[in-house]
């Protein structure tokens, strides 16, 4: 009899090791760098860059350069909930800020109160679980737990008094007000591009169909159901029944089940697509009665949701999985003596935010591979020695360019979000190109134990790794 069927232990450990194995395979590695088709949605970009560059502008006119980093974390907030209706995205957006805030308060206090650096790595451990367990509970979907961890390891190096905590979470605070507004204000002029945007991504998941055949069906189905769930949310127009119709004509093409179902719409999709994504009142849809496509009821709120989902075992399963790669990570690199431990701690969590096994795997190697480009960009043009305003400008840019590939590819967002936060780092204190070394040696301790952790805690039926059966 063979051991796997008797001792549950050994099954376990051969699931890990399997597990393992793919992480070195050239497979994985080969994924990593694939770069996803998705939906090119400028305009979010452009409005988490606009605020960044607000804040900055700000501290730079106010000749308050050294805190100008914090206000371009809070305003880093908009970043959050991009593809929610405007109703939601007030509420979601609001309360990442206000995790950015707290959590520099948080690290702040850490800082001013000289704490050894082993207390401050458990600290932030369970404070980067305590973040990864709220973000998933209410589905703030965005940058992650790990902007509010840098923004937490940021302030405890910036903070020796308690005069210190107060200015940082003022400069934060501001920020995230005006990435507040910044990314509400087109509710003021096209309040119904939400619900219209959502519309255009699942015509276009429906018509990928066409290509991807039964692998696209589930996104499908997906997209479908978060649009009709972002119209429900938004106000009532005269465009809402037309949404509706189209709605439930893309899902008349999956049930259809058949190539020649979405081909025989293919044309009509891609037009209402260009139509839905257009910014003006007047679009040309199909009209229909008001009684061909009931309105639908109001989804349930998220923050009830997100209470329930507290109590998710998968998500406190990830919570304490974050928490504990987190510590790890930490305490090796502080053990190897180097500069900045927390860092490591952050490649630990971001590894983790995968949603499965193999996502995590994915995002470890895409998190290196873009922290060693970005590093070394960053060490490029930190030796160029550009200056404050110079360095607006590139920071702005490269964040932009993170947010329009953030759906695209994890590494290349890696290697602006990298050379973005040094550079950011650099507005508040005097560093140089070595630092770029730290980094990069921190990140790799971080991924690997957020690896290592991944797949010795790896669920059983987690198989998304392993080659598929014919």
């Not at 991807?212 to 127009?237: F, M, N």
């Not at 730290?438 to 797949?455: E, M, Q, W, Y």
Request: charged share 15%; hydrophobic share 55%; with cysteine.
């Amino acid at each position: 009899m063979l051991p796997s069927t008797v001792d549950p232990t050994y099954s376990r450990l051969r699931h890990a090791g399997g597990a393992l194995a793919h992480s070195l395979s050239a497979d994985a590695w080969r994924r990593s760098l694939d770069v996803r088709s998705a939906d090119a949605v400028v305009a979010p970009a452009v409005r988490v860059g606009l605020a960044i560059l607000v804040v900055l502008i700000g501290g730079g006119l106010l000749g308050q350069t050294h805190l100008a980093g914090f206000a371009a974390l809070g305003a880093l907030s908009s970043a959050f909930g991009r593809h929610e209706p405007y109703r939601r995205l007030a509420a979601k957006s609001g309360c990442a800020g206000a995790g950015v805030a707290a959590y520099v308060a948080l690290g702040a206090a850490v800082g001013a109160a000289g704490m050894p650096m082993w207390a401050e790595i458990v600290l932030l451990a369970v404070a980067a679980g305590v973040a990864f367990w709220l973000l998933a509970a209410f589905r703030i979907i965005g940058p992650g737990a790990v902007i509010l961890i840098f923004a937490a390891a940021g302030a405890a190096g910036f903070a020796d008094t308690a005069a210190d905590i107060g200015v940082a979470v003022a400069a934060a605070a501001t920020g995230a007000v005006i990435g507040w507004v910044i990314v509400m204000a087109p509710a003021l002029y096209h309040p119904h591009g939400p619900a219209r945007v959502a519309v255009a991504r699942a015509l276009a998941a429906v018509s990928a169909l066409e290509n991807s055949g039964e692998s696209a069906v589930a996104p499908a189905r997906a997209a479908i159901a978060k649009a009709r769930e972002v119209v429900a949310l938004g106000p009532r127009h005269p465009h809402t029944h037309e949404l509706l119709a189209l709605l439930d004509a893309a899902e008349a093409v999956v049930d259809g089940g058949s190539h020649d179902t979405v081909r025989a719409r293919r044309d009509d999709f891609a037009r209402f697509e260009s139509e839905l994504r257009k910014v003006r009142r007047d679009i040309e849809v199909p009209r229909v009665d008001a009684a061909d496509a009931a309105l639908p009821d109001r989804p349930e709120g998220f923050l009830r949701t997100g209470v329930r989902d507290l109590r998710d075992r998968a998500i406190v399963i990830g919570a304490g999985r974050v928490m504990l790669a987190s510590l790890l990570a930490g305490w090796i690199a502080l053990a190897a003596g180097l500069q900045h431990p927390l860092w490591a701690t952050m490649g630990a969590m971001a590894a983790l935010q995968g949603a499965n096994y193999r996502q995590t795997v994915q995002r470890g190697i895409q998190r290196l591979l873009g922290n060693v480009a970005g590093a070394l960009l960053a060490a490029i043009l930190i030796a160029a020695a550009l200056g404050y305003w110079p360095l607006v400008v590139v920071i702005v840019a490269l964040q932009t360019v993170a947010e329009l590939y953030a759906t695209r590819n994890y590494a290349l967002t890696s290697i602006a979000v990298t050379a973005t936060a040094l550079l950011v780092i650099g507005l508040g204190e005097p560093i140089g190109p070595d630092i770029a070394l730290s980094r990069i040696g921190d990140t790799l301790i971080g991924v690997v134990v957020g690896v290592v952790v991944a797949a010795l805690t790896i669920a059983r039926g987690d198989h998304h790794h392993l080659p598929a059966r014919s």
